[in-house]
């Protein structure tokens, strides 16, 4: 069965306190993991999309990057705006737009 | 930049009514896609629409569920007969080219469903 665990489920950080959340995932023939943020109440918001193992993508302060069996969100230096939760999903092979996603990671940055 | 757009914000319907949520994908898109997050719980696939036909449904799109391109701009998903459990926040998203691949989905802000 397809499968996506997200660790922890809540992290607290200080305000330049750099830290990575972990996406562990088991698909049939994966063809994308996507990261999405969701603030309360709203839809999620595209962050990335990665395809295969060692393709790594930037954005401001968040990385991400892909195994065979992981990814992970590395957050540099963290604002408290950049305070949500953030989804991890991926889309198996022959899958028509049906993401599987993880439960997120709520993380919370204090000044 | 463009978006997706779903009315209403906010609905309360009573158990047994039937509910119509609608959407306004992105322009240029061509999949488009219910999802539903019952409160504390993960983002559910519910369907997924090309060419004016489903090509992918959840084991929750039973037949109370029905979906929708009744002109060149919106997406409609309707509930025929509420239940207390379908109350949840429900999702359109839309994604420019084929739904595999990986291509990028993106959401609307979401409808959200209260059945009392």
């Known amino acids: 069965e397809d499968q996506v665990t997200q660790s922890p489920e809540a992290l607290r950080l200080q305000e330049g306190e750099s830290s990575s959340l972990n996406c562990s995932y088991t698909v049939s023939g994966l063809r994308g993991l996507f990261w999405y943020r969701q603030d309360p109440g709203k839809g999620p918001e595209f962050l990335f999309t990665?395809?295969?193992a060692g393709e790594e993508k930037e954005k401001e302060r968040l990385k991400a990057t892909l195994t065979k069996k992981e990814s992970f969100l590395h957050i540099t230096a963290p604002k408290p705006e950049d305070s949500a939760t953030y989804l991890c999903?991926?889309?198996?092979?022959?899958?028509?737009?049906?993401?599987?996603f993880g439960k997120g990671t709520k993380l919370s940055v204090k000044p | 930049e463009p978006e997706v757009t779903q009315t209403p914000s906010h609905q309360v319907t009573q158990m047994g009514q039937e509910v119509i949520l609608r959407c306004v994908p992105i322009s240029n898109h061509l999949y488009f896609y219910w999802y539903r997050q019952i409160l504390g719980q993960k983002v559910e696939f519910l369907v997924s629409?090309?060419?004016?036909?489903?090509?992918?449904k959840s084991e929750i799109f039973d037949d109370q569920f029905s979906v929708e391109r009744p002109d060149g701009s919106n997406f409609t998903l309707k509930i025929r007969s509420t239940k207390l459990e379908d109350s949840a926040m429900y999702f359109c998203?839309?994604?420019?080219?084929?739904?595999?691949?990986?291509?990028?989905?993106?959401f609307g802000e979401g409808s959200w469903l209260t059945v009392v």
């Open positions: 999903a991926v889309i198996r092979g022959g899958s028509q737009g049906n993401l599987i």
């Open positions: 629409f090309y060419n004016n036909e489903i090509s992918e």
């Open positions: 990665l395809y295969s």
């Open positions: 998203a839309s994604s420019p080219r084929t739904g595999t691949s990986g291509n990028t989905i993106y």
